[in-house]
């Protein structure tokens, strides 16, 4: 034998054989395109699955909030249809006629002071378009210019947002 080292043949491996070089790259990039647009399809439904949902619980407490609302409001309903079947044709029951009335009366005012609905005092104040609806402009020089004189519906609110606004008179300078 000889010193000097045998020289193996050394194979030259392609592209195509070896198992670490990709096959086809743009395979490989249709197939990371493919679960990208998968995974984005997901995301897509879930989201509009999530969206319906919460428009669904929206409806909901919607209505059930209304429902409250009429359901407190029947009770006041049910005084009045009382009220009206009284009959006023004597002389002292007119006046128990009024009393039932007012009764009614401040009980549908507690139930919307409880509901958080508060009327808006206009009658004095000055004109503000926010919160009122000028019908009238009277001239006057017993009040100042843009004064409210008179209110012809009571405006209210629920919270800090306006639920009706006030019709109202206002004065303008002669």
Same mark, same amino acid.
């Given at each position: 034998?000889?010193?000097?080292?045998?020289?193996?043949?050394?194979?030259?491996?392609?592209?195509?054989?070896?198992?670490?070089?990709?096959?086809?790259?743009?395979?490989?990039l249709q197939r990371e395109r493919?679960?990208?647009?998968?995974?984005?399809?997901?995301?897509?439904?879930?989201?509009?699955?999530?969206?319906?949902? +919460?428009?669904?619980?929206?409806?909901?407490?919607?209505?059930?909030?209304?429902?409250?609302?009429?359901?407190?409001?029947?009770?006041?309903?049910?005084?009045?249809?009382?009220?009206?079947?009284?009959?006023?044709? %004597?002389?002292?029951? %007119?006046?128990?006629?009024?009393? %039932?009335v007012e009764l009614i009366y401040?009980?549908?005012?507690?139930?919307?002071?409880?509901?958080? +609905?508060?009327?808006?005092?206009?009658?004095?104040?000055?004109?503000?378009?926010?919160? *009122?609806?000028?019908?009238? *402009?009277?001239?006057?020089?017993? *009040?100042?210019?843009?004064? +409210?004189?008179?209110?012809?519906?009571? %405006?209210?609110?629920?919270?800090?947002?306006?639920?009706?606004?006030?019709?109202?008179?206002?004065?303008?300078?002669?």
């Open positions: 034998m000889s010193d000097e080292p045998v020289s193996e043949p050394v194979e030259t491996a392609s592209a195509e054989s070896s198992p670490a070089a990709p096959a086809d790259p743009t395979a490989d493919d679960d990208f647009r998968d995974r984005w399809m997901r995301k897509a439904a879930e989201f509009d699955n999530y969206r319906k949902r +919460v428009e669904k619980e929206r409806r909901e407490q919607v209505d059930e909030a209304t429902e409250s609302l009429l359901q407190d409001l029947l009770g006041v309903v049910d005084d009045f249809d009382r009220a009206l079947t009284v009959d006023t044709s %004597g002389g002292n029951e %007119g006046e128990a006629y009024r009393k %039932g401040a009980k549908l005012q507690d139930l919307l002071r409880k509901k958080g +609905v508060t009327p808006i005092e206009a009658l004095g104040a000055d004109f503000d378009p926010n919160i *009122h609806q000028a019908v009238v *402009h009277e001239v006057t020089a017993d *009040h100042r210019d843009g004064e +409210v004189t008179g209110e012809l519906r009571k %405006g209210y609110r629920i919270g800090d947002r306006l639920l009706r606004p006030a019709l109202v008179r206002v004065a303008k300078a002669s």
